[in-house]
């Protein structure tokens, strides 16, 4: 197929591998535009940008739709199908109506469940058993439209947001890649009203740990946290993320630590695994031990 990719983290790059890879004619890519980053704040180019230069690729990164000649542009292209994944601008409906058979969407839930901007992150926070992605023909709506394909998985006890990322980026790969070769054939099915629920972009201060809370529920938040943003906690005035956890059997005050960094919570307990300081990088906390010595109770 003639097909136009949308899309710009790193979640979407092995997508536009994938549809490359399976013979499909990319006809453009379209990312967001390159911003400031790093010390020097040069601007740098997306994930899927850069991607699509390795491949040479066109690629455009208009700001938005609203000027006439971006959706006339689009349109040119002549695309039988504009694949979308993760790519941060809302599509006007004349950009929707462009391809012949319309966008189509790899959104990384189960839907209805966890419409929205964070479906991963809120997955694990919520304490999900399984997840996956949904190939969905788009709508106006947010993420409201017909659902072509789904891919189930199972979410680790111990999974973080940034590894099950990288799972259900593969299998999104996978299940457009499906579903484009049987688009004739595949059914969309509208949505269940029953079960719907939206995640909601991840707000910076959700990430204070509060350790009154019960152990599986901060136990989650670390996880669904991990990477980014990071739930952190304060030791000797130092903020330092938390980033791989799980349940373990202990009690005490909430916050104090019952030994190496076991940490009392207000049911149970969380072993810490993996932790970042401030100006540092991830490590294990057996080397982030041997550089801090942890106070009775945790802030």
């Known amino acids: 197929m003639r097909v136009v990719f949308m899309g710009t983290p790193d979640f979407s790059v092995p997508v536009l591998d994938a549809l490359v890879a399976a013979g499909h004619d990319i006809a453009c890519v379209y990312s967001q535009p390159p911003r400031p980053a790093g010390r020097g704040k040069k601007e740098r180019p997306t994930p ?58 790899i959104h990384a839930s189960l839907l209805p469940r966890w419409r929205g901007a964070a479906p991963i992150h809120r997955a694990i926070m919520a304490g999900d058993a399984e997840t996956g992605v949904c190939i969905m023909q788009m709508e106006a709506g947010l993420d409201t439209g017909p659902v072509l394909l789904c891919r189930a998985v199972r979410i ?37 009203e029953d079960g719907v629920t939206y995640a909601a972009k991840i707000d910076k201060a959700e990430a204070r740990i509060d350790w009154s809370k019960p152990a599986g529920e901060v136990d989650r938040l670390i996880r669904g946290l991990s990477p980014f943003p990071g739930a952190w906690c ?50 294990p906390v057996g080397e982030i031990l041997r550089g801090m010595e942890l106070p009775d109770v945790l802030g």
């Open 234 to 283: 304060e030791i000797a005035g130092e903020r330092v993320k938390l980033l791989a956890s799980r349940v373990v059997d202990g009690s005490g005050a909430p916050g104090q630590v019952l030994g190496g960094f076991t940490v009392a919570c207000g049911d149970g307990a969380v072993e810490v695994l993996t932790a970042q300081r401030s100006g540092k990088k991830a490590m």
């Open 156 to 192: 680790g006890d111990e999974e973080t947001t940034g590894a099950l990322h990288d799972r259900l980026s593969a299998l999104g790969a996978d299940a457009i890649v499906d579903a484009l070769a049987q688009l004739d054939d595949l059914s969309p099915e509208g949505q269940p």
């Open 48 to 105: 899927v940008h850069a991607r699509a230069e390795e491949l040479g690729l066109p690629v455009r990164h208009p700001l938005n739709f609203k000027d006439a000649a971006e959706r006339e542009a689009f349109a040119a292209l002549n695309a039988d199908v504009a694949v979308v994944v993760a790519y941060g601008l809302i599509l006007p409906q004349a950009i929707l109506d462009a391809p012949a058979r319309g966008c189509l969407n």
